[in-house]
């Protein structure tokens, strides 16, 4: 198929690039050059289409190798270079050659709309003496069809930009492609053949396939049709999968690809068929049958038994304690007869079963014995001998204790430090029994294990004894030890239990995160080292001197205390502060609802009205506003957020119900840096709404009438009068009259600018 196209001049060429049909990323040099050609080749010739008539022509009129005459009219010949290869680029650009160059304006639409690049050496590889606006659909796939690998992807990813790019304006004016597109390339395997999908009989049955045998499915089939198996339709009516017929299979994907896929397959196949139709598949064909036909084609041979082993014959009174120990214990035959085995040897090699060293001599004995057993049997022989002692009595007290114990706690912490606490009473002078361990025995104990930081795993130890006593009463019949931790740290002089748990209730009744919490109870600890005197912490949390310690501690130890003491200062307020009801209450709902520490303003709020005994209901806004009058500037922020904080409550549905708020808000409070001198009172709602949006001269004169007015006893805290009667006429005279807090002129000012604001809000008055 063949186009027409109108000639293109270099002054159209120019037009095109001003008018932005032809997109340059160097206009500004496209631009210039285009003006240095015109004015070295002539106007007559810029507007001749014949030079971008062909790329031909266009060498004719551009060499590549300018002469002496032409390089002095474009300057010199670098420039001269510079400027062919731009004009000949966007002549490429504009479609000035769709037929000669078509890849130069659609690999700058490809990157401009980030797609993969069209490969011009393969295009014109694959479609030798074809324009690519002739390259069809049918010579796309033939083409494609002896492609491999990255070949094949780099000719398809040209393709699918080709297509995208078909309906760009540029290229459509240029004409380099034509309207239909290539479309998706069919999908091949093992090179150039077409997928075999399953059908509709065997993909019905897919879903009842194991996961695995699901997705391998198709591929299995797949070789099974390759291999002249089956056809692309399934099996036929009546076929049966033979033995034969599935080591065929199993031999050529084996050889094809690898055992490991041969074996899969073939499993897959398998299953495939037979969920499909069971007759598809004879009974003798499993894919164990398949892979190893030795195991199946050879006949097995009978077990050889052992004809000379050695009867076992035990005393009397050992073979029904043996006996009993089987019917209580419900042991199998088997471990049974290890254990009469086992008795026998020792027997023989001369081992005294009651002595007290029987267990560890045995052990050692058959550790020796049957170094050729796996380890997993040395240790079934160690328990069923074990086992059998115990059910006897002839273990020892501590084996005993250790073999009750194994099945009464768990296994872990507590089952070593039980063998730690062992380990100290054996090898104490003279060895220590377990019911002789009580609490002087015990912190015996604790002190070695402190030497060898074995402390929590001593105490594990001695708290599982104390469970084994209530277990075993006959065996452990002394008192109970109990928790030593507290005598631990009143030894080391560390802090007492009591007082890190009183610790961690304030610290978590105020809000504390778990950093917190940890953070509080590490400066107490410290607190508590670095006083000489321990029994002051214990006394209860808040008797305890805590403002006299820490200025002791910070005095003495001013590095140590560096980081501990401003956690240890807010302790101090914190057990010291007065709660009255209403504020403990309204902390509790506060840490129930989860709000933040820092945004938490009972702190603040409570040590101003605690000085009133004001309960949070009882607060209004004149008292939060005088308060804030009376602070520094750097309070004044503290305070703001503190009410800001305080009224944020309202929102908090679980705290609003409960009636612990008062009924309007505190806040707002002045705004930082524009405070008003006669703002001693927060001026009445309806006031201070309808000055809204005022200046700072007007609302300075509104806070002077509410003070005159409030001095001279005709408001008072809590009013909330009409605007119009505020700012009436008599009202304005009488505080002219009689107020005192500044000169008469003054006084008129502020009158002067009320009334004026007055007569501005057309109906106030």
């Given at each position: 198929?063949?186009?027409?196209?109108?000639s293109?001049s270099?002054?159209?060429?120019?037009?095109?690039?001003e008018?932005?049909?032809?997109?340059?990323?160097?206009?500004?040099?496209?631009?210039?050059?285009?003006d240095?050609?015109?004015?070295?080749?002539?106007?007559?010739?810029?507007h001749?289409?014949g030079?971008?008539?062909?790329?031909?022509?266009?060498?004719?009129?551009?060499p590549?190798?300018?002469?002496?005459?032409?390089?002095?009219?474009?300057?010199?010949?670098?420039?001269?270079?510079?400027?062919r290869?731009?004009?000949?680029?966007?002549?490429?650009?504009?479609?000035?050659?769709?037929?000669?160059?078509?890849?130069?304006?659609?690999n700058?639409?490809a990157r401009?709309?980030?797609?993969p690049?069209?490969?011009?050496?393969?295009?014109?590889?694959m479609?030798?003496?074809?324009?690519?606006?002739?390259?069809?659909?049918?010579?796309?796939?033939?083409a494609d069809?002896?492609l491999?690998?990255?070949?094949?992807?780099?000719?398809?990813n040209?393709?699918s930009?080709?297509?995208k790019?078909r309906?760009?304006?540029?290229?459509?004016?240029a004409?380099?492609?034509?309207?239909?597109?290539?479309?998706?390339?069919?999908a091949y395997?093992d090179?150039?053949r077409?997928r075999?999908?399953?059908?509709?009989?065997?993909a019905?049955?897919?879903?009842?396939?194991?996961?695995?045998?699901?997705?391998?499915?198709?591929?299995?089939?797949?070789?099974?049709?390759?291999f002249?198996?089956?056809s692309?339709?399934?099996?036929k009516?009546?076929?049966s999968?033979?033995?034969?017929d599935?080591?065929?299979?199993?031999?050529?994907?084996?050889?094809?690809?690898?055992?490991?896929?041969a074996?899969?397959?073939?499993?897959?196949?398998?299953?495939l068929l037979r969920?499909?139709?069971p007759?598809?598949?004879?009974?003798d064909?499993?894919?164990?049958?398949?892979?190893?036909?030795?195991?199946?084609?050879?006949?097995?041979?009978?077990?050889k038994?052992?004809?000379?082993?050695?009867?076992?014959?035990?005393p009397?009174?050992?073979?029904?304690?043996?006996?009993?120990?089987?019917?209580?214990?419900?042991?199998?035959?088997?471990?049974?007869?290890?254990?009469?085995?086992?008795?026998?040897?020792?027997?023989d090699?001369g081992?005294?079963?009651?002595?007290?060293t029987?267990?560890q001599?045995?052990?050692a004995?058959?550790e020796?014995?049957?170094?050729?057993?796996?380890?997993?049997?040395?240790?079934?022989?160690?328990?069923?001998?074990r086992t059998?002692?115990?059910?006897?009595?002839r273990?020892?007290s501590?084996?005993?204790?250790i073999?009750?114990?194994?099945?009464?706690i768990?296994s872990?912490?507590?089952?070593?430090g039980l063998?730690?606490?062992?380990k100290?009473?054996?090898?104490?002078e003279?060895?220590?029994?377990?019911?002789k361990?009580?609490?002087?025995?015990?912190?015996?104990?604790?002190?070695?294990?402190?030497?060898f930081?074995?402390?929590?795993?001593c105490?594990a130890g001695?708290?599982?004894?104390?469970?084994?006593?209530?277990?075993?009463?006959?065996?452990?019949?002394?008192?109970?030890?109990?928790?030593?931790?507290?005598?631990?740290?009143?030894r080391?002089?560390?802090?007492?239990?009591?007082?890190?748990?009183?610790l961690?209730?304030?610290?978590e009744?105020?809000?504390?995160?778990?950093?917190g919490?940890?953070?509080?109870i590490?400066?107490?600890?410290r607190?508590?080292?670095?006083t000489?005197?321990?029994?002051?912490?214990?006394?209860?949390?808040?008797?305890?001197?805590?403002?006299?310690?820490?200025?002791?501690?910070?005095?003495?130890?001013?590095?140590?205390?560096?980081?501990?003491r401003?956690?240890?200062?807010r302790l101090?307020d914190?057990?010291?502060?007065?709660?009255?009801p209403?504020?403990?209450?309204?902390?509790?709902?506060?840490?129930?609802?989860?709000?933040?520490?820092a945004?938490?303003p009972?702190?603040?709020?409570?040590d101003?009205?605690?000085?009133?005994?004001?309960?949070?209901?009882q607060?209004d806004?004149e008292w939060?506003?005088?308060h804030?009058r009376?602070?520094?500037?750097d309070?004044?922020?503290?305070?703001?957020r503190?009410?800001?904080?305080?009224?944020?409550?309202q929102?908090?549905?679980e705290?609003?119900?409960?009636?612990?708020?008062?009924?309007?808000k505190?806040?707002?409070?002045?705004?930082?840096?524009?405070?008003?001198?006669?703002?001693?009172?927060?001026?009445?709602?309806?006031?201070?709404a309808?000055?809204?949006?005022?200046?700072?001269?007007?609302?300075?004169a509104?806070?002077?009438?509410w003070?005159?007015l409030?001095?001279?006893?005709?408001?008072?805290r809590?009013d909330?009068?009409?605007?119009?009667?505020?700012?009436?006429?008599?009202?304005?005279?009488?505080?002219?009259?009689e107020?005192s807090?500044?000169?008469?002129?003054?006084?008129q000012?502020?009158?002067a600018?009320?009334?004026?604001?007055r007569e501005?809000?057309?109906?106030?008055?």
């Open positions: 198929m063949t186009q027409s196209h109108p293109l270099l002054a159209d060429l120019r037009m095109r690039i008018s932005g049909a032809v997109q340059s990323p160097g206009r500004t040099s496209i631009l210039a050059f285009l240095l050609a015109c004015s070295a080749m002539g106007p007559e010739t810029f001749d289409p030079v971008l008539a062909s790329e031909a022509s266009f060498a004719a009129s551009f590549r190798i300018p002469d002496d005459d032409l390089a002095t009219a474009y300057g010199d010949a670098a420039l001269y270079g510079r400027c290869e731009s004009l000949l680029r966007h002549a490429r650009l504009a479609g000035a050659w769709p037929d000669e160059d078509p890849y130069t304006l659609l700058q639409l401009e709309r980030r797609l690049g069209v490969n011009r050496k393969l295009m014109e590889e479609f030798p003496g074809t324009i690519l606006r002739d390259v069809t659909r049918e010579l796309a796939i033939a069809c002896d491999r690998d990255r070949k094949r992807n780099a000719f398809r040209s393709f930009t080709i297509d790019l309906g760009d304006p540029r290229v459509v004016a004409g380099i492609l034509c309207p239909e597109k290539i479309g998706c390339f069919p395997r090179g150039d077409h075999i999908e399953l059908p509709a009989a065997l019905a049955v897919r879903g009842r396939l194991p996961a695995g045998h699901a997705l391998h499915a198709r591929r299995a089939f797949e070789l099974a049709v390759d002249g198996l089956l692309e339709d399934g099996p009516p009546g076929w999968l033979s033995l034969e599935a080591t065929r299979y199993h031999v050529a994907v084996r050889q094809q690809i690898s055992a490991n896929t074996a899969l397959y073939l499993r897959t196949l398998l299953s969920c499909t139709d007759a598809a598949v004879s009974e064909v499993t894919a164990d049958r398949v892979r190893r036909p030795e195991r199946h084609d050879k006949l097995a041979e009978p077990r038994r052992k004809t000379n082993r050695k009867l076992v014959i035990l009397t009174a050992m073979e029904a304690e043996v006996a009993a120990f089987a019917k209580h214990r419900s042991t199998s035959r088997r471990r049974v007869k290890d254990l009469r085995r086992l008795l026998r040897d020792l027997l090699a081992f005294d079963i009651d002595s007290p029987f267990l001599d045995a052990v004995f058959f020796t014995r049957v170094e050729e057993r796996a380890d997993l049997t040395r240790r079934d022989y160690r328990t069923a001998l059998f002692l115990a059910h006897t009595q273990l020892s501590w084996q005993g204790m073999s009750r114990a194994k099945g009464t768990a872990g912490p507590d089952m070593q063998l730690l606490v062992r100290y009473a054996v090898s104490s003279p060895p220590i029994p377990p019911d361990i009580d609490v002087e025995v015990a912190r015996g104990f604790l002190l070695k294990a402190q030497a930081r074995d402390v929590a795993k105490l001695l708290a599982a004894l104390d469970v084994l006593r209530t277990q075993y009463p006959e065996l452990l019949s002394g008192p109970a030890i109990g928790d030593q931790r507290d005598w631990l740290r009143h080391r002089g560390e802090m007492h239990t009591a007082l890190e748990n009183s961690r209730s304030i610290a009744a105020a809000g504390y995160g778990a950093f919490v940890k953070e509080l590490t400066a107490a600890r607190l508590v080292e670095l000489s005197d321990k029994t002051v912490f214990e006394a209860q949390i808040d008797v305890i001197p805590w403002r006299n310690l820490i200025a002791a501690a910070a005095a003495s130890h001013p590095r140590e205390m560096l980081h501990y401003a956690p240890l200062l101090a914190r057990v010291s502060r007065v709660w009255t209403g504020w403990q209450n309204l902390q509790a709902r506060l840490v129930e609802a989860g709000i933040p520490r945004e938490n009972v702190d603040t709020m409570m101003v009205a605690g000085k009133s005994a004001l309960e949070p209901w607060l806004r939060a506003w005088v804030e009376s602070l520094r500037p309070l004044r922020r503290k305070w703001v503190a009410i800001d904080n305080f009224d944020a409550l929102s908090v549905p705290i609003a119900g409960d009636g612990l708020l008062p009924p309007e505190l806040g707002p409070m002045p705004r930082t840096g524009a405070r008003l001198k006669n703002a001693h009172f927060p001026l009445p709602r309806r006031f201070d309808a000055l809204e949006g005022e200046t700072k001269q007007v609302l300075e509104a806070h002077f009438v003070r005159c409030r001095e001279f006893g005709d408001h008072a809590g909330d009068p009409s605007t119009g009667m505020l700012v009436s006429e008599e009202v304005l005279e009488r505080i002219i009259r107020q807090f500044m000169t008469p002129a003054s006084a000012l502020h009158v600018r009320i009334r004026d604001w501005s809000r057309f109906g106030l008055v």
